[in-house]
């Protein structure tokens, strides 16, 4: 993803909420995420695919609009890679 992409994407989640006058907490409430969660979405940066389809589910039970625009994911097979490497350091 580009540089241009995160702001676009950023930007957009940040005028949805404004819209709705809703918060980050309100937010991560609704979706049962972390608040960092959504706070990185703010920022433009990816997040987990199934935190991006429950953060959209959550804005569309607060608000009955549903959230179109695009929230970053990290590929699947980079998770992967991580969580491996690090079952791989744990004792």
């Known amino acids: 993803m580009s540089q241009d992409q995160g702001a676009e994407s950023s930007a957009a989640f940040r005028t949805y909420l404004r ?4 918060s980050r907490l309100d937010v991560a409430r609704a979706a ?3 608040l960092l969660t959504v706070w990185k979405i703010e920022q433009g940066l990816p ?3 199934e935190d991006a389809l429950a953060v959209c589910a959550g804005l569309h039970h607060l608000t ?3 959230y179109t ?5 990290v590929p699947a097979e980079i998770l992967w890679m991580t969580q491996t490497a690090q079952a791989r350091r744990t004792p």
């Open 64 to 66: 009955g609009v549903s």
């Open 69 to 73: 625009a695009l929230i970053p994911v």
């Open 32 to 34: 049962r995420v972390w």
């Open 47 to 49: 997040i987990r695919a």
């Open 19 to 22: 819209r709705f006058g809703l």
